[in-house]
DNA sequence: CAGCATCCGTTATGATACTG
DNA sequence: CAGTATCATAACGGATGCTG
């Protein structure tokens, strides 16, 4: 029950990052940099949030990301289908099509996800200002 | 059965989503790709754990983060002072020593990079799990 | 339709040497 | 000490053509 960790950022957050602070740098090791790997590649996040509203096709997730090439989709797929955030079915229709969706992972994985997000907005402004200045 | 995603994480993190479902891809534009592009970085991250407990020199973070060269600590500290996240501070002594300290805009950003923190803590074995059975 | 293989330019990062 | 400059390389990512 006392699993807060809705809304306490203050104390035990430092806490927690202390305990990073001397983390090893090998993802084989470091959860940090291990999911951070993850997270880091430039349409990962953006295929988990594609996602979050239901499966989509192959196809859709192309048009919808927009400007991401078949390479990139289905490697990034690949990746999050490899570490468990995402399922892969193929319907044996002619041609084949191919659906993806969030595992429970994957959905779990929403959460911080979007907390992310929503620092992201709140603070984007901030940090373009901030950039204006460094630049001036 | 259909495989609808049944168990929502929290009602409204799936309507943030939504809203960035045809966000674009243009960093300038879409907050998630321009802090995505921060947070993607190998050190950026790291650097702001080491300095969550407090403000530390040029040498002691090459120290602590382990294997990151002067150019690479250089720049991802140039980056995170641009974007108002890291504060630099010269002080005049001889040789000069540079301290480094997170910003009140830093230190907001630590509640969402603990959350993932956590999360990347709770699931690394899941993840782990995955890999083997994906590979295998 | 989905996705793999190949080629190739761009970017990220490391190693090393040098400076105020 | 805290960088900067330069070089070399590895990873990333796009374009294209091919296939079941």
Redesign the pocket.
């Known amino acids: 029950m006392t699993r807060a960790h809705a809304s306490n950022p203050a104390p035990d957050i430092l806490t927690l990052m202390a305990a990073y602070e001397g983390a090893p740098d090998d993802p084989a090791v470091c959860p940090i940099r291990d999911v951070l790997d993850r997270v880091a590649?430039?349409w990962t996040l953006l295929l988990m949030i594609q996602l979050s509203t239901g499966p989509k096709?192959?196809?859709a997730l192309q048009r919808q990301v927009g400007?991401?090439?078949?390479?990139?989709l289905?490697q990034s797929?690949?990746d999050l289908e490899r570490d468990g955030l995402v399922s892969?079915e193929?319907f044996p229709t002619k041609?084949?099509?191919?659906e993806y969706a969030l595992t429970d992972l994957g959905r779990s994985s929403l959460e911080p996800i979007a907390v992310l997000t929503q620092w992201a907005d709140n603070n984007h402004d901030r940090i373009r200002q901030a950039r204006v200045a460094f630049d001036g």
Chains 1, 2 share one sequence.
């Open positions: 590649q430039k096709r192959f196809s400007d991401i090439s078949k390479r990139m289905t797929l690949r892969r193929v041609p084949p099509s191919v």
